[in-house]
């Protein structure tokens, strides 16, 4: 390697058979991040340098600016024993610190050289040196045995070596190792291949083969123009989001939106061609759901949609190869498309020779878990549960309406278009529930009893609905604790975490009067006798836990959260108003003062022995202090009262601004534990009113500092 330059840009590619779409992009950027991360902890890269990373279907390929060809020497200080222990009275080597220097390279010639340093309660010897830095084909070795180790391989592969007799593992076979410093390649080797300049460019529109590079930075673009490959991910990413637009836009459609389907378009070609398909319009009277799905899942295709959202007969396919007359992969697109819609069209048209409600007795010979018994058990606890919700909401009208949609919301995991396509449950329900008569209401309920299904997700449209998915959700909550199927770490199988979110994020969003502490104790009636554990505290701290943290999320202090959330609220739908008041009342100039004085009757109250009054004897009040404060609160308590009456938490706090001037003179004249224990008792039962005034919104006291 030419040791001219003592910097000089890094290149790096494993040329490997085709790689898991799903995990290219994640396998793209580990590789780079682990890679440079291994270089600059050697010393070999600055943690400020680029680092460029590339995937392709048969690549992964890393450029890293400025890259020493050697690291720089650096000193090392190695402490070797107590100064009892290495020399004798005399001062000399003893036997164990000639062995402690030999293994560290050294002779007894370095005795003289040792450093004296006091380390804790003894006097230690060091061994000062200097040791050189790491060459980089020493170090690109190590960091990419690091790289390659990192990964985060879904499914490994052993496959067999050239001898035909050594098997090694990675993702895929790797056929081609590239290492270039500048012009010149860093002598590694992994898997069996020594690092050269050759690579392949596309399998079949390459111009040159194979690509023979001149210099790290020459990578990327001789791989496009001889090899025919867009090496970078976010590059072809960012290709076919604007073919596509481009396609569409003359005919005034739109792609169907999917961040994940163009991961994975981009994870299989090399150089994208956007072209346009169509097919017969006899599939458009499938709903559209089916047919996107399909067209999206199995084809990989980009449905459009007209400007009204309604899908058309038209369909994007994003093709590897750029023939002069592209019909002929056209025409095989929509050959291969057609039995796919074919089939769409069969399963809606059988499935609608049944009615939804005749499927549900099937339902009880579908095992849900098996401690908790059939889907068909289920069902009638949902419905048990819905019912209530429905009746606390609107009455025995939306009981009986909760009840309909709850028995048949589950009733089209039996039909042949779930079964094919299980992404559809609820949409499939709401369009045979239509199909049977059923009322809009009904059947809108149907689908959205699964919302929201993730962050952001729309909630469901209307009140059959949200008694159904709050019924749906807090079921499978209640049950799955009441069993002890708790998320542990990351482990989460039965998604209660979103399912907690979703009861959260309805309550709120449809701003509903219900106690939460009542809703888990109706769900945990619907089960039989026996069945499950008493989990219901343990359901209550878990929703307040996601309550907490969905709050932060929406920009709320752990302070602010923590003195709404630890008054344990019984409507959640009031939290966001109270987080609001608390806010305010935090940016009052009183509040440390105030916070502070809550922390301190907070504490005085808890360190009293027996029960402390809320009734003040105000014959009792005898210094001009506790007179005042007393007097204050006469003033201030209807006010503030008055105000969280009327659901205006942030009067109510702003209210206790007042409280300030008479609290800190309490605290400057007056002796709480007095002898007296009749002045002792009233005084407690005067912080005691003070307190609860005070901790009506939320606990001020967290708010200390």
């Known amino acids: 390697m030419s040791t001219q330059a003592m910097t000089a840009n890094l290149l790096v590619e494993l040329f490997v058979e085709e790689l898991p779409p799903k995990a290219l992009k994640k396998l793209g950027e580990a590789f780079a991040a682990a890679l440079a991360e291994s270089l600059v902890a050697q010393g070999l890269a600055e943690a400020s340098a680029t680092v460029s990373n590339f995937a392709s279907p048969r690549r992964l390929g890393v450029h890293l600016e ?3 060809a050697c690291a720089a020497e650096k000193s090392v200080s190695a402490k070797l024993m107590p100064v009892a222990v290495g020399l004798d009275a005399a001062g000399n080597a003893t036997p164990a610190l000639l062995k402690r220097l ?24 060091f061994y ?41 593992n990675f993702v895929r076979p790797v056929h081609g190792l590239i290492a270039l410093h500048g012009a010149d390649i860093v002598p590694v080797s992994v898997l069996g291949l020594t690092a050269g300049r050759d690579t392949q ?19 990327a673009a001789q791989l496009k123009d001889e090899g025919a490959v867009i090496a970078s991910f976010a590059e072809r990413r960012a290709d076919i989001a604007r073919q596509l637009q481009a396609a569409a836009a ?13 991961d994975e378009v981009t994870a299989l070609v090399e150089r994208p061609n956007v072209l346009l398909g169509t097919f017969e319009t006899v599939y458009l009277d499938v709903p559209q759901e089916c047919l996107i799905l399909t067209m999206k899942a199995n084809q990989k295709y980009f449905p459009l949609l007209d400007a009204a959202g309604k899908l058309t007969n038209q369909f994007l396919i994003v093709s590897n190869i750029s023939p002069a007359d592209a019909s002929a992969v056209i025409q095989g697109n929509e050959r291969v498309v057609r039995p796919r819609l074919a089939d769409a069209k069969f399963f809606f048209d059988q499935d609608r020779k049944k009615a939804l409600d005749s499927r549900v007795l099937g339902l009880a010979k579908v095992v849900y878990h098996n401690k908790l018994g059939t889907q068909g058990e289920r069902v009638t606890r949902v419905q048990a549960i819905a019912r209530a919700i429905g009746q606390q909401i609107g009455g025995e009208a939306l009981a009986l309406q909760a009840d309909q949609a709850a028995l048949l919301a589950k009733a089209d995991l039996l039909t042949d278009m779930v079964g094919e396509f299980p992404e559809l449950q609820g949409i499939m ?14 059947a809108f309920a149907i689908e959205d009893h699964y919302k929201p299904r993730f962050a952001g997700d729309e909630l469901p449209r209307n009140d059959v609905g949200v008694c159904v998915a709050l019924a749906d959700k807090l079921e499978t909550l209640v049950g799955m604790f009441g069993i002890g199927q708790i998320p542990t770490g990351d482990k989460d199988p039965f998604a209660l975490r979103r399912h907690a979110l979703g009861v959260l994020r309805i309550l709120i969003g449809k701003s509903l009067p219900l ?30 836990e996601r309550l907490d943290g969905l709050m932060r999320e929406q920009g709320y202090s752990a302070n602010e959260v923590e003195a709404v959330l630890c008054m344990r609220p019984v409507r959640i739908d009031l939290v966001p108003l109270q987080l609001l008041a608390v806010r305010a009342f935090a940016a009052l100039p009183e509040a440390p003062a105030l916070a502070a004085a809550n922390k301190r009757v907070g504490n005085i109250l808890k360190k009293s022995e027996g029960e402390v009054g809320g009734v003040v004897d105000q014959g009792r009040l005898v210094e001009a202090a506790e007179t005042a404060l007393f007097a204050a609160l006469g003033e201030i308590v209807p006010r503030a009262d008055a105000a969280f009456a009327a659901g205006d938490y942030t009067a109510s706090l702003q209210a206790l601004a007042a409280l300030k001037t008479p609290v800190d003179a309490f605290f400057d004249s007056v002796m709480v ?5 009749a002045l002792k008792a009233n005084r407690l039962a005067l912080l005691n009113q003070l307190h609860q005034t005070m901790n009506r919104v939320a606990d001020i006291s967290r708010l200390a500092a």
Do not use: C
Not at 104 to 123: H, M, P, T, Y
Not at 429 to 442: C, N, S
Not at 515 to 544: C, K, M, Q, W, Y
């Open 66 to 68: 400025n890259v020493l």
């Open 250 to 262: 003359p005919l005034g459609f739109k792609p169907v939106e999917d961040d994940a389907l163009l």
């Open 673 to 677: 534990n007095a002898d007296d224990p």
């Open 128 to 168: 000062d040196s200097v040791a050189a830095g790491v060459p980089l084909a020493e170090g690109l070795q190590r960091a990419l045995e690091h790289a390659m180790a990192k990964l985060p391989i879904p499914k490994v592969m052993t496959y067999p070596l050239a001898d035909g007799w050594t098997t090694v």
């Open 429 to 442: 329900g709401r369009y045979y529930a239509q199909h049977d008569g059923l009322a809009d209401d009904i």
């Open 515 to 544: 106690s939460l502490f009542d809703l888990v104790n109706i769900s945990f009636s619907a089960f039989p006798s026996g069945l499950l554990g008493d989990a219901h505290t343990t359901v209550e701290t878990f929703a307040f």
């Open 201 to 219: 460019g596309h399998r079949f529109e390459a111009r040159v083969s194979p690509v023979v590079l001149t210099s790290a930075d020459s990578y």
């Open 102 to 125: 030999a293994a560290l390279g050294a002779d007894v010639s370095a005795v003289s050289q040792l450093r004296r340093a006091v380390d804790g309660k003894n006097e230690a010897l």
